[in-house]
């Protein structure tokens, strides 16, 4: 049984960082994409950054780049969102996602939710200006 646990998420005032983890539950952990979504109130739910664990290769929505960075700690299989220079149109339920076969897709395909299978219960982020 698959499982991804969501911790780190909070109240910032603009500017601040966060630092969200996902800690997965998978044994087939060194191919996956895993990824980071949000979704905003009335919102649909937007790909933020991508890592596929076998290659460490790493995606983001241009919204985010050089704001966030995604990472992971492949001995904990934990993967790691962390966010610099929050705004407040940053605040959103976040989301950890994960789809074995990351080689399978594409950039754009790596940011779409509907290519997920996986999904952790989401946290909070909420930054206030």
């Known amino acids: 049984q698959v499982q991804l646990v969501e911790s780190g998420g909070g109240s910032v005032q603009a500017g601040g960082s966060l630092r969200l983890s996902c800690a997965a539950s998978?044994?087939?952990?060194?191919?996956?994409?895993m990824a980071w979504f949000r979704q905003a109130p009335g919102k649909e739910r937007e790909g933020v950054a991508v890592?596929?664990?076998?290659?460490?290769?790493?995606n983001y929505a241009d919204s985010v780049k050089g704001r966030f960075t995604i990472s992971q700690d492949n001995t904990k299989k934990t993967v790691y969102l962390q966010m610099n220079s929050l705004k407040p149109e940053d605040t959103a339920m976040y989301y950890c996602?994960?789809?074995?076969?990351?080689?399978?897709?594409?950039?754009?395909?790596?940011?779409?939710?509907?290519?997920?299978?996986?999904w952790g219960q989401g946290t909070q982020v909420i930054v206030s200006s």
């Open positions: 996602a994960a789809v074995t076969g990351c080689g399978l897709y594409t950039v754009l395909q790596r940011l779409r939710a509907s290519t997920y299978l996986y």
């Open positions: 998978i044994t087939w952990y060194s191919t996956n994409c």
């Open positions: 890592i596929n664990t076998g290659t460490s290769t790493t």
